[in-house]
T-cell receptor, first 114, second 112 residues
Framework: EAQVTQNPRYLITVTGKKLTVTCSQNMNHEYMSWYRQDPGLGLRQIYYSMNVEVTDKGDVPEGYKVSRKEKRNFPLILESPSPNQTSLYFC?????????????FGQGTRLTVV | AQSVSQHNHHVILSEAASLELGCNYSYGGTVNLFWYVQYPGQHLQLLLKYFSGDPLVKGIKGFEAEFIKSKFSFNLRKPSVQWSDTAEYFCAVRGQRSNYQLIWGAGTKLII
């Protein structure tokens, strides 16, 4: 089954404790991205990757890191989480280039930083 | 800067009522347009998309949308809503010269 898988689905952590949210897709998509969703603000892009080893900042990259060592995986790293990073996070993937298509989303990760 | 505006943050309708959710965008070039739905506690799912061709697009679950280029609009419609349509609806736009970035509206919460 074609899907984007995020883990964990729920996470409560303390300020400053490094964490990683994993994202994996099985559709051979080139383009992957991370979003955060906050009430009244819609989705805001954190980082994106157009292919392996190619990543770039989205609209709200501060406090986050990503890597793209393999095509299927695109982890989101919070080196020192803070309470303002409490949010709902989504990973998405799509085909890139001239065949760019709609985005497929993971199930989401609800992160609480206390 | 590109932006997407959804006119209503909350909409409450009775079953069988007709639905129209507004979406306007600001981008001068060729665009791809999307409507996504997020049911409570779930991830975003594609309702419909417009890339080119017929500006009236039909999607899943009886939804349709009309692209009006002169008005920079892509409004979502459904002739008769059901209780199961209770969800949040997001409009998104991708400009073809924007590194494929999707720009999102703030969402409209629909309660039936």
């Amino acid at each position: 089954e074609a899907q984007v898988t995020q883990n964990p689905r729920y996470l409560i952590t303390v300020t400053g404790k490094k964490l990683t949210v994993t994202c994996s897709q099985n559709m051979n998509h080139e383009y992957m991205s991370w979003y955060r969703q906050d009430p009244g603000l819609g989705l805001r892009q954190i980082y994106y990757s157009m292919n392996v080893e190619v990543t770039d900042k989205g609209d709200v990259p501060e406090g986050y890191k990503v890597s793209r060592k393999e095509k299927r995986n695109f982890p989101l790293i919070l080196e020192s989480p803070s309470p303002n990073q409490t949010s709902l996070y989504f990973c998405a993937s799509s085909f890139g280039g001239t065949g760019h298509t709609e985005a497929f989303f993971g199930q989401g990760t609800r992160l609480t930083v206390v | 800067a590109q932006s997407v505006s959804q006119h209503n943050h909350h909409v409450i309708l009775s079953e069988a009522a007709s639905l129209e959710l507004g979406c306007n965008y600001s981008y001068g070039g060729t665009v791809n347009l999307f409507w996504y739905v997020q049911y409570p506690g779930q991830h975003l799912q594609l309702l419909l998309k417009y890339f080119s061709g017929d500006p009236l697009v039909k999607g899943i679950k009886g939804f349709e949308a009309e692209f009006i280029k002169s008005k920079f609009s892509f409004n979502l419609r459904k002739p008769s809503v059901q209780w199961s349509d209770t969800a949040e609806y997001f409009c998104a736009v991708r400009g073809q010269r924007s590194n494929y970035q999707l720009i999102w509206g703030a969402g409209t919460k629909l309660i039936i």
